[in-house]
Each structure stands twice: as structure tokens, then as C-alpha cells.
């Protein structure tokens, strides 16, 4: 039996795509300055494209990981998302990942997302061919290579990671095949974790991968400052959208029907704060990491013994956007290391 892969745990931090080209460069330096593994930028529907800011990240940067989370097939074909990732690869000197998904609110925009896991599993070979020099064509499900089909350039590396995103088995299956990580996007409960974790390690024995070969990150709104009480105020009106996602979607969670019913009808009249306010302690927590600096840390720690290699944490970050992203740097993410300290966990 192939024995399995140890994973050093990673911590990170994601960005919304809302910003100005010197508030990246700005946030991006004091990320790397601050000891994180990584940055992401979203990419969610009426946002910026991550890739500016992922290129301007990379100017301003030597060390960080980069990438999109996620980007999805239908909103833009394989061949593009091979490109894009090609370019933050050769403007990063090699540092980049991309990120996949089959997107989220794009029936607002009348985009349909038919067979999102067959289009997922072609966006992975299409690049992949593409990033490799493979012009020898791909019939896939949904996409699909025309034979001679190749960049007109050649990309600085033949291959980088690949995470998905997703929250079910079938995915799950999928990217025990196919993928380096897998996200579970809106994420902070261990038990979801616990159960992604099975769900990945079992697809990878059985693709003839060994157990831990994909990476499993948990990925969420994240708020912290001192005044913990504000923290999580600020958090619901934060997660409120998320959870309207993804709350049926954690087999873990029972949430109440009703509740959620009146969460939906509350974000989709642009009332965040009120849906927010609806959510009781229980249900923040299995959806937003916030409160004090201890509190945070702690959760990230409960994170990662349910088994996630990766740590990332989402925006709004705190009260404001930079102080946030200081207080995890110097509060929350020394506490993490130190008790992963001796363990092996941390790089």
C-alpha cells in the first residue's frame, strides 16, 4: 500500500476583487510581510477578474502562492482560464494555482451551469494539455480540443496545481482523480472537513493515488478584532450571502427551513444585516471564523486537526480591511504556529 502524503499545514488569506490597483499592492506586501503562505482573490459575479489584481499581487511580492478562487467554465472557457493562468505563472516566477469551480449566482446573469462536473473535469485536462504543449486534441463532455489546437507561446512551467471547489462527494470524487486541493468555499466547521477529507483520501486510493495526495482547504468569512461581540455582528451581516449558498449544501449542518427561507429573502432584497442577525451562534461558527484573536486561532487549530492542510481567511478579514489582515498576522497567525509547533504540521 502506497503510504500517505504529509502535508505541511498552509495559512493564507483571500482577497474580494473590489479594490483599487495600490490597495492590492498595498495588502498584498503586508500579507507576504506578515508571514502568510498565500493570497487568493475572489472571483465572484459582478467583481473584478481576480487576474489584475493577481498580477499586481505578483509585482509586489517573492514568496506568496497566488490564485484565483475559483474561476468557473462558464463564464470563461478553458482555453482563456489557460492563458490567465499561464501569465500569473510568468509574472509570478512560478508561485501560481489555479482554482476551479462551477460558479456561483450566474443564473442572475441567465447563464445556465449544465453538467458542472463534466465541465470541470475538461476545464483540468484542457489546461493541462494546453500548459503541457499537448496539441494531440481532447473530445471531453462539455469542452472539448480540436487536434493542433496549443498556445502560441510557451508557459514557464508544463504544469501547476489545481484545486476545486466544491462541498459534495461527487466532487469530491472528482478531484481525488484530477486535483492538488480541494476547497470547501464558505467553510469553517470540522465536521465538514472530517467529511471531506474521507470523501477525497477514498477517491485518491482509488484513482491509485495515495491518501492525503489532495490537499483539503477550509475557506471563510473571517472577522477578528479585540471587541470579539462587534466581530461576530460584523461577521453575520458578512456571511449572510454565503450562507444563503451553501448552508444546504453541509450535510453536517441541520439548519432550521424557515430560517433559511427568511435568510434568502432577506439577501436577495439587499437586507444583509437583517438576514445576518437571524443567524444564531452555532450556525456562524460552522459558516465564519470571528471573534477575538484567541477565538480565531482556536478555530483554526480545530480546523486543522479535522484534517484541513490549508487554512484560508476570507475577507472582510476585521473592522476594516487592513487592520484585520495585521491582527491575524500578528496575533492569530503566531498563536496557530506556536501550537502546531513540534508537530510537523507547519512548514
Not at 16 to 44: I, W
Not at 183 to 202: E, F, T
Not at 275 to 281: I, K, M, N, Q, R
Request: charged letters at 20%; a negative charge; proline letters at 7%.
Amino acid at each position: 500500500m502506497t503510504p500517505p502524503v504529509a502535508r505541511p499545514v498552509r495559512v493564507t488569506v483571500a482577497l474580494q476583487s473590489d479594490k483599487t490597483v495600490a490597495d492590492y499592492a498595498a495588502l498584498a506586501t503586508a500579507v507576504e510581510r506578515l508571514g502568510f503562505d498565500g493570497l487568493s482573490v475572489y472571483a465572484d459575479l459582478g467583481f473584478q477578474p481576480p487576474l489584475p489584481a493577481l498580477l499586481t499581487a505578483a509585482a509586489s511580492t517573492q514568496r506568496l502562492t497566488l490564485g484565483p478562487a475559483c474561476l468557473n467554465p462558464y463564464l470563461t472557457h478553458p482555453v482563456e482560464i489557460a492563458g490567465q493562468v499561464a501569465a500569473l505563472d510568468e509574472a509570478s516566477g512560478g508561485r501560481s494555482y489555479l482554482g476551479l469551480a462551477r460558479g456561483s449566482w450566474l443564473d442572475r446573469v441567465g447563464v445556465r451551469q449544465d453538467r458542472p462536473l463534466a465541465a470541470l473535469a475538461d476545464t483540468v485536462e484542457i489546461v493541462r494539455r494546453l500548459l503541457a504543449g499537448d496539441d494531440s486534441g481532447y473530445i471531453g463532455t462539455v469542452h472539448s480540443l480540436p487536434a493542433g489546437a496549443a498556445l502560441h507561446y510557451r508557459p514557464l512551467r508544463p504544469a501547476v496545481d489545481v484545486l476545486l471547489g466544491t462541498w459534495g462527494p461527487r466532487g469530491a470524487r472528482l478531484a481525488g482523480r484530477v486535483a492538488d486541493e480541494v476547497k470547501i468555499g464558505g467553510s469553517a466547521n470540522p465536521d465538514m472537513v472530517r467529511l471531506m477529507r474521507s470523501w477525497v483520501d477514498d477517491a485518491a486510493v482509488a484513482a491509485g493515488r495515495p491518501a492525503g495526495a489532495v490537499g483539503v482547504v477550509a475557506g471563510a468569512v473571517t472577522v477578528v478584532d479585540d471587541d470579539g461581540a462587534t466581530a461576530r455582528r460584523v461577521a453575520r451581516r458578512e456571511v449572510a450571502m454565503y450562507v444563503d449558498v451553501v448552508a444546504g449544501l453541509d450535510p453536517t449542518v441541520e439548519a432550521d427551513p424557515e430560517l433559511l427561507r427568511r435568510l434568502h429573502g432577506l439577501v436577495a432584497a439587499g437586507d444583509a444585516e437583517d438576514a445576518g442577525a437571524l443567524l444564531p451562534d452555532d450556525v456562524l461558527d460552522r459558516f465564519a471564523l470571528a471573534g477575538t484573536p484567541a477565538a480565531v486561532a482556536a478555530r483554526t487549530l480545530e480546523l486543522v486537526e479535522a484534517g484541513a492542510t490549508r487554512v484560508e481567511y476570507g475577507t472582510p478579514h476585521g473592522l476594516t480591511g487592513p487592520g484585520g489582515i495585521d491582527l491575524l498576522g500578528t496575533a492569530v497567525l503566531p498563536a496557530v504556529r506556536d501550537a502546531l509547533a513540534g508537530t510537523g504540521a507547519v512548514a
